[in-house]
Nanobody, 114 residues
Framework: VQLVESGGGLVQPGGSLRLSCAAS????????TRWYRQAPGKEREFVAGISSFGGTMSYAESVKGRFTVSRDNAKNTVYLQMNSLKPEDTAVYYC????????WGQGTQVTVSS
């Protein structure tokens, strides 16, 4: 079982990044997925979530209107499109798959800085 995030990096304020989380080893379409982030010295926090077939999405207030979560069950992948990035979005971003079991990825660093 694996969840592997990718797409993180360094971006200037106002820029965009698209994170991906590729799943393997389980039936991805049976799992809701969520994105979390953890900034240095802070607790991990919920960012966005999407239901197993993509019909329902939810977002933290801090990212509403800027971030979009989506998934492609044919590719066993969930995405997080992040626009209008701010320095306070700097964190390690993790994906999580929730269903019969609970799986986490290893995280990908996002740094927003000029």
């Amino acid at each position: 079982v694996q969840l592997v995030e990718s797409g993180g990096g360094l971006v200037q304020p106002g820029g965009s990044l698209r994170l991906s989380c590729a799943a393997s080893g389980f039936t991805f379409s049976n799992y809701a997925t969520r994105w979390y982030r953890q900034a240095p010295g802070k607790e991990r926090e919920f960012v966005a979530g999407i239901s197993s077939f993509g019909g329902t999405m939810s977002y933290a207030e801090s990212v509403k209107g800027r971030f979009t979560v989506s998934r492609d069950n044919a590719k066993n992948t969930v995405y997080l499109q992040m626009n209008s990035l701010k320095p306070e979005d700097t964190a390690v971003y993790y994906c999580r798959a929730l269903g019969m079991n609970d799986y986490w990825g290893q995280g990908t660093q996002v740094t927003v800085s000029s």
